[in-house]
């Protein structure tokens, strides 16, 4: 049969090492300034989050109205208690914010997470079975891609409920139809190629096909979307919150933030500053990323 | 030509399909009965909950229900209001003027700005003023506009002065809606200061709801030109001794705007995204804030009206957008 000729594959040992994968994309991507300093941005983050409990110096939820909008520690009436100021109910801004980027970052992993389990499974299906199928998926996901993101996200949250959960729900649903698309663009690419019709003759089934050859070889584009996805995740879960339809108060969730603070705009400055330049900086930070990821990722864009 | 806009056009039927499906079931997968729901906490008695019923069409198959939909949809009867009893369309017709009018300011000032910015860069390409322009471009295109809008209003409303917090006008006016355009009303009105006061209100909402905007045409143009400006019949035109701005403006930018003016059609979607925020930040009375506080009213017929016409129109300027640029460049047409 065909599976002895495959056994005995002729591999002729290579004359000079190349260098090994990760290294050659550090050298792409470290190259690029922008990038890596959205990486350290997005480290810090991360970091942030871990040690939420450690770094934050009250807790987020404790309020105390005698302290009620203290200005941060260099203007006058600030201490350093309280460096970033307090909010209308007397909490600590800081550990607010420190708290805050866990509900952000959760946000945006699972949401893209979610969508990348959900988009690829329907792409690769679009892409493998053809036909009606892929017809049906695929308009779906126009129709989809037709609404304004954040109108979809909104009829979504309407349907469920506000809340934490569902504005991630529906954000998830928002951004699917790219993954989709992705998916299956690169199931349609891969599939004609030798190295999955080999895979085929030697017997491998269509689930095996799909997950364990195809997939690994159309991740690129996908890690790409995923850094970019999380950015969009962030901003539209944030921008829920503001609206009153995301995660609900006393949630330190930075858009639910800016709702809370929306009126004592005209009289402190730093309750409405702090959480958007939060969020404008972990977004910012992620499109770097997902920016530099594409450039290193993207064999035609290297010279 | 005619088969190209035949296909594009047939392709918008399941798309309409799928949004009206989207509206319809908008009310019914509201968790729990929607009439209560509607009703609110207050609770509603057994007659006039039964009335409803019939009058929403409730108590019929779904496929009938849906049936029923769509023909009223046809027929312009997008229901009325729960809170003020209005019609949805006329509500709706009444309140868009106010978001065009803000969403083609927005578009005119990410266009005013974002075109310039993108070919200079483009020109001087890897200078400082390119790196800027990126930077800054990346930025505007990560912002939190709800945040953005707050922040202007920080600075020049509260720190300044210059300008209003919120609304279309001073209520010392009162302008007669001919057009529903207050700059053009306003204009038209024998008040003298009323124009300056409608243009002293749009200035921070179109900054706001043109920042995304003004980001990707940036960064669109830049990227256009710098394809385009390694063209041969770029070379063609140094070669003859074409001076460099005659180069950039006219040659370049030409072939440079076709991708340009697909992205500004593609925007549409994000500017209603946008307004819907921007009108919330200042109060601004379109269609955008107007769904927003039907969510916190449960008027779910417009809500469910809302989305529809909404996507219809978001809908309808695609298929312009792709039709005009069938027109505009032929390889697309033959492509299908």
């Known amino acids: 049969m065909t599976a002895e000729i495959m056994e005995t594959p002729a591999v002729a040992a290579p004359t000079s090492q190349p260098p090994h994968p990760l290294r050659e994309f550090w050298g792409y991507f470290a190259a690029n300034k922008g990038a890596v300093a959205g990486l350290v941005v997005i480290v810090f983050v991360v970091l942030t989050a871990v040690f939420a409990n450690v770094l934050a110096p009250h807790s987020p939820y404790l309020t105390d109205t005698t302290i009620a909008l203290q200005p941060p520690f260099w203007q006058e009436g600030g201490s350093l208690t309280y460096p970033l100021g307090t909010d209308p109910i007397g909490r600590d801004m800081l550990s607010r914010l420190i708290y805050g980027s866990r509900l952000s970052l959760l946000i945006g992993f699972f949401v893209v997470v979610l969508s990348i389990l959900i988009g690829t499974v329907l792409g690769l299906v679009a892409g493998y079975v053809r036909g009606v199928t892929e017809i049906f998926i695929m308009r779906l ?163 | 030509m005619l088969r190209f806009i035949l296909t594009r056009v047939s392709l918008v039927i399941p798309t309409f399909i799928g949004i009206t499906l989207l509206a319809f079931f908008l009310i019914r997968l509201v968790p729990g009965d929607p009439i209560e729901t509607m009703a609110g906490e207050r609770g509603i008695d057994p007659v006039r909950h039964e009335l409803l019923r019939k009058e929403f069409g409730f108590d019929k198959p779904i496929l009938v229900q849906y049936g029923i939909y769509i023909g009223r949809v046809l027929h312009g009867d997008l229901g009325r209001s729960i809170v003020t009893q209005a019609s949805v369309l006329e509500e709706f017709k009444t309140l868009f003027p106010a978001t065009i009018e803000l969403a083609l300011c927005a578009i005119i000032f990410a266009l005013l700005l974002g075109l310039p910015a993108g070919m200079l860069a483009a020109v001087k390409r890897n200078s400082i003023f390119d790196h800027g322009v990126m930077g800054i471009s990346l930025a505007g295109y990560s912002m939190p506009i709800f945040w953005w809008g707050l922040i202007l209003i920080l600075l020049f409303s509260v720190q300044f002065d210059l300008t209003p917090v919120s609304g279309r006008i001073d209520v010392l006016y009162y302008i007669e809606p001919t057009t529903g355009f207050l700059l053009i009303d306003s204009l038209l009105s024998e008040d003298e200061g009323a124009f300056l006061s409608a243009v002293r209100h749009l200035i921070l909402p179109t900054i706001v709801l043109g920042t995304v905007p003004l980001a990707v045409i940036a960064r669109m143009t830049r990227s256009a030109m710098l394809e385009v400006m390694g063209e041969d019949y770029i070379r063609t035109a140094k070669a003859k001794g074409l001076s460099r701005l005659r180069i950039v403006t006219v040659h370049a930018l030409r072939n440079a705007l076709i991708p340009v003016v697909t992205v500004i059609g593609l925007q549409v979607g994000v500017l209603f995204t946008g307004a819907i925020l921007t009108e919330t930040i200042f109060s601004w009375p379109g269609v955008g804030k107007w769904m927003i506080d039907a969510i916190f009213r449960r008027d779910y017929p417009v809500l469910q009206g809302g989305v529809l016409l909404l996507g219809m129109v978001v809908m309808s300027v695609n298929l312009l957008v792709d039709l005009t640029y069938g027109l505009i460049n032929p390889r697309i047409r033959h492509n299908r």
């Open chain 1, 141 to 303: 996901m126009d129709i989809i891609l037709t609404m304004p993101s954040l109108l979809l996200a909104i009829v979504v949250v309407a349907i469920l409920g506000p809340g934490l959960m569902n504005s991630m729900l529906a954000v998830a649903l928002v951004i699917l139809p790219h993954y989709v698309r992705l998916a299956r663009a690169a199931v349609i690419t891969e599939t004609s190629k030798d190295y999955v019709t080999a895979a085929r003759v030697s017997g491998a089934g269509p689930i095996r096909l799909m997950f364990k050859e195809v997939l690994p070889n159309c991740m690129a584009p996908l890690i790409v979307q995923a850094s970019l996805g999380i950015s969009t995740a962030i901003l539209d879960a944030a921008a829920l919150g503001f609206l009153g339809l995301g995660a609900q108060p006393p949630s330190p969730e930075w858009g639910t933030m800016l709702a809370d603070a929306r009126e004592f705009v005209l009289r402190a400055w730093w309750v409405v500053t702090f959480p958007g330049l939060a969020i404008l900086l972990t977004v910012l930070a992620f499109n770097l990323l997902g920016d530099g990821l594409r450039d290193a990722l993207d064999p035609k864009l290297k010279r």
